[in-house]
């Protein structure tokens, strides 16, 4: 357990300049934007209000009030999660191979430390987790910050508010990062270490087989998927209908549980028995 | 320790911003507003079994959630993840699942597909194969469960002459004796020719096969420039009935330089007698058929139903001895005096009437005179509270 967690912290400030790059690069961007729209919708209120001499009430009733919703939905916004999903699939890859491919071949070092091989596994799997929530948990904090300074920019009679659920609710490409509930919560993101998993195992195989080993774990990735999807496969085309919803989400976690007990049993053997350096 | 800092520090800030998201949600849900029934004059206890089911979207919002009113007030369906997961099967389906959940295994949540009476619970549906030039392979799956000792008789028959077939559907499900009655609606191709009929197939349980059908209501027509409507009116899924009430519904379609318009020429009203396999047209020569809507039939009366300005105005027409009742009319108020939307349906003798519309009346009367028992209205329970725009809409009624 201690050589676990010491791993851990080492993987993860290994990983804590690219982190705080990515939590920096959301907080301006999307600060940025707030302030982009929220000046937008006042230019424009002005200008008609103002210059065309629009009255307001005509002028709300033709635009409608200013949301956060706008905010949300726009590229400023969106943008930095994009980027931020897309700087952790990378890692997913880069964790395994900045120890192969650094200057000196990190990995040795690694695989000598007195401890079970497949530490370095839970470790790097860990990480990819902390730096996942780590992100939904500041975009968290950052929501009403942001909201914030929106109700600091556009006066009161613009504005209509919505709180943070509210936001989520209505917005559901944003739900799947951050679901309505707890218990969605741990489905998703177990079905994404679930995932991870997999794919730490096709890099093991890569790393221990190269050429062969690219195929295998494709191979085994193609497997991995198949009998994921096999329960809803069969409900819908062998067994019509046969199970209720609840039964099939039973048997998916089940399904679920065994695919990463195998991608962990595979990935011991072949950390153990198979990986070269 | 000063070696895990940033480790530590992270891990707290992800406990604490999730955590309090997740609780302070759990905490305070949605705050939607509370609609109620308000009791205008009559009796307050008559609307006690009335459900009123719909959708509220606020302004804010591009989806509705759907909610019921009831004399209590109203409440808002969950959107929790189960829930969600789960679905919202008909009230009767959700019943028949909790009361006989190996039977449901694999049914169709569809009201229309099932059959009950104190012995018995029926299961019919149909499938086919969709082909690039036509459907084929039509097969009527049946499942009859035994309440008494819990047997479950399912098989799968063909569907009798269907060559010609395009598309069918099954609208009803009856059980008269040992028989099972299947009550479809059949598309059938001819060339470019379609035709709808209303058909019933008969199946003997005993020896699960299809003992006869027939077309109840043929609709071939001679003119290409008419077209023909065949519509079962619906009754309380779980009463056996021995009558069925058909509507046949022609139309003349006119074809303009923009558009194709549809135009009302005839309406037949059948009635057809499961266990005499009688057939009569029901002729009431004092309604005009195009202006009144059948609206309800319970068994032994048809109700039809009629918009006259603010008013509506009802016919009741007994099929046992052929003959039209008394027409009664209330008066209904809604939005700016305009009344549309109209919800109704019968229950033991009452009559209710609600509009999908906010501000509208809520009406419960004597079925059979029209006398008023309850006027209400719903409304917001506090709309000094609610600043925000939304919209109500409601869209089913029913009677527990």
Excluded at chain 2, 142 to 153: Q, R
Excluded at chain 2, 280 to 295: A, F, H, K
């Amino acid at each position: 357990m201690r050589n676990y967690l010491k791993l851990v912290n080492f993987e993860f400030n290994r990983v804590a300049k690219l982190f705080a790059v990515l939590l920096s690069f959301t907080f301006i961007v999307q600060v940025i934007g707030v302030i982009v729209q929220s000046k937008s919708y006042l230019n424009m209120a002005d200008k008609k209000i103002y210059e065309e001499f629009m009255p307001k009430a005509q002028f709300l009733e033709s635009f409608g009030h200013m949301s956060f919703f706008q905010i949300i939905r726009s590229v400023w916004f969106l943008g930095p999660i994009a980027i931020c999903i897309a700087g952790v699939g990378f890692y997913i890859f880069l964790i395994w191979y900045r120890d192969w491919l650094g200057k000196n071949t990190f990995i040795y070092r690694l695989l000598m430390l007195p401890t079970t091989r497949l530490n370095i596994f839970y470790a790097k799997i860990t990480t990819i987790l902390i730096m996942t929530f780590g992100l939904v948990a500041f975009q968290l904090i950052l929501l009403p910050v942001e909201i914030l300074f929106m109700k600091t920019m556009v006066p009161e009679e613009f504005r209509s508010d919505m709180g943070v659920g509210e936001l989520l609710t209505n917005m559901p490409e944003l739900s799947i990062i951050i679901p309505g509930s707890f218990v969605e919560l741990i489905l998703y993101y177990g079905t994404g270490l679930l995932v991870v998993s997999v794919i730490f195992t096709a890099i093991l195989m890569e790393r221990s087989f190269r050429w062969k080993g690219i195929f295998a774990g494709l191979v085994y990735i193609a497997i991995a998927s198949v009998i994921f999807i096999l329960p809803l496969l069969l409900q819908e085309f062998v067994l019509n209908g046969y199970f209720y919803p609840v039964e099939l989400l039973v048997l998916e976690i089940i399904t679920g549980l065994i695919i990463l007990a195998a991608s962990i049993w595979m990935s011991r053997f072949l950390l153990t028995k198979k990986i070269t350096v | 320790m000063k070696k895990y800092w940033k480790f530590i520090a992270t891990i707290t800030i992800i406990v604490l911003s999730i955590g309090t998201f997740y609780v302070s949600s759990t905490m305070s849900a949605e705050s939607h507003p509370e609609f109620v029934i308000k009791t205008i004059s009559g009796n307050a206890e008559e609307i006690k079994p009335l459900v009123l089911e719909g959708s509220y979207t606020s302004s804010m919002s591009y989806v509705g959630t759907n909610l019921k009113v009831t004399s209590d007030g109203s409440t808002y369906d969950s959107r929790s993840f189960l829930d969600k997961l789960i679905g919202q099967p008909p009230t009767v389906i959700k019943d028949f699942q909790e009361k006989y959940r190996t039977f449901m295994r694999g049914k169709d949540p569809l009201v229309n597909y099932f059959f009950e009476n104190e012995e018995f619970l029926a299961y019919a549906t149909v499938d086919y194969r969709l082909d690039s030039l036509r459907s084929r392979d039509f097969k009527f799956h049946i499942s009859v469960l035994n309440k008494k000792d819990g047997s479950i008789d399912s098989f799968t028959e063909e569907v009798p002459d269907s060559g010609e077939l395009e598309y069918i559907s099954v609208d009803d499900v009856q059980k008269v004796e040992g028989e099972l009655y299947l009550i479809t609606r059949n598309m059938t191709r001819n060339n470019d020719n379609f035709s709808e009929e209303a058909h019933i197939y008969t199946i003997n349980i005993a020896n699960q096969k299809i003992s006869d059908h027939e077309a109840i209501v043929d609709t071939t027509n001679g003119q290409s420039d008419t077209r023909i409507n065949v519509r079962l009116v619906e009754t309380t899924p779980t009463e056996a009935n021995n009558h069925l009430i058909i509507v046949k519904t022609e139309l003349k379609v006119i074809e303009d330089m923009e558009s194709i318009r549809e135009e009302f020429i005839n309406q037949e009203i059948i009635s057809y007698n499961l266990v005499t396999k009688e057939k009569e047209t029901i002729d009431v020569p004092e309604l005009r058929l195009d202006e009144n809507q059948l609206s309800f039939f319970d068994g032994s009366l048809i109700y039809f139903t009629r918009l006259d300005g603010q008013e509506l105005v009802v016919t009741p027409y007994s099929i046992v001895d052929n003959h039209a009742g008394k027409a009664y009319s209330i008066k209904l108020s809604g939005e700016n005096g305009h009344v549309d939307g109209q919800l109704t349906t019968i229950k033991d003798g009452k009559l209710y009437i609600a509009s999908s519309q906010l501000n509208a009346d809520v009406v419960v009367a004597d079925a059979d005179k029209g006398e008023i028992l309850f006027r209400g209205q719903v409304t917001l329970e506090d709309s000094s509270k609610e600043t925000r725009q939304f919209e109500l809409y409601l869209h089913e009624i029913y009677v527990k």
